[in-house]
């Protein structure tokens, strides 16, 4: 099944759905960028800081659906037991890494002028950085477990666990006491127009630059499962 | 979006919130540009097994082999 992968154009370019996708997010992303930029007003009371505001929450929206998709394929590969789930899953998860990353620096660098502190340990951050670790170790045991089988079952069962965090950070400012805002409440947006607009914008370019990453990611998984494939032909061949 | 706390003044504030960007920047394309490394390390590994494979026993390559699979 994997055996008949090709990987002489493993990173997909030339690729007419490729090349749309890599089109799309460039674009996506320059009208997000002068949208955050130059279009939108500051907000009154933290200034040009609140910019971040759109970087942060793309980041983080996508981190969720990354780590949604890992936990989609995860149950998809111990359903069929087709090791291309278990790449989208390890593709997905990298990514995913990435963006809660990305998230939590730009919390920070977002919180450190409007809360005075670089780091507090407030529930949502807490979660959050507990989601980070539990998506590292996710990858950490995907390169530690001999054996594509064995390896794909394990980080099966660890993605789908491991996605049990994620409701959690997104709850956690419902559930206990925090300052981090709470911007986009159910049926309570409190958001200028210009702010709703940029964001979603944002958020769209984000999710296109994260199918991207997920796709590039992916067919490098499939080359590495080729790859390891063909060290075993030529081990016992 | 609530604010408060330290106020700086808004030379400073564009200078944070420039540097803060490029940062967030270089986080993304370091990620790009250490996937597109990984993608050409596996490719160029996976050609050259490709090549020893049919080959293999008339050309003698036996030692690169042991190399490449670090036997």
Redesign the interface.
Known sequence: MMGAVK??R??GAGRPNHELLVAGTVLAMLVALYLVLVWVPN???????????Y?HVASAWNAFLAFFVVLVASIAYLWRRRLPWDVLAGASAEVGV?FT??AL??GT??M?????VWWTWDPRLTTTTVLWFLYAGYLVLRGAVEGEDRRARLSAVFGIVAFVDVPIVFLSIRWWRTIH?Q?LAPGDI??APEMLVTLLVSVGAFTLLYAL?CA??Y??GK??L??DR??A???F? | MSGGGRRGSGCSRLVYFTSAYILLWVLLMGYVLYLGYRQRQVERELRRMREMIPGEAATGKGEERARILGA
Not at chain 1, 112 to 116: A, G, I, L, S, Y
């Open positions: 990987t002489t493993a990173s907000e009154r009371t933290m200034g040009i800081v609140s910019r971040i505001f970087f990435l990353t990305m620096v730009s660098l977002w450190r002028p409007v809360w005075n805002p911007v409190r958001l990453l590039m990611s067919r490098v080359a590495r080729e790859l063909t060290k032909r030529l081990h061949g």
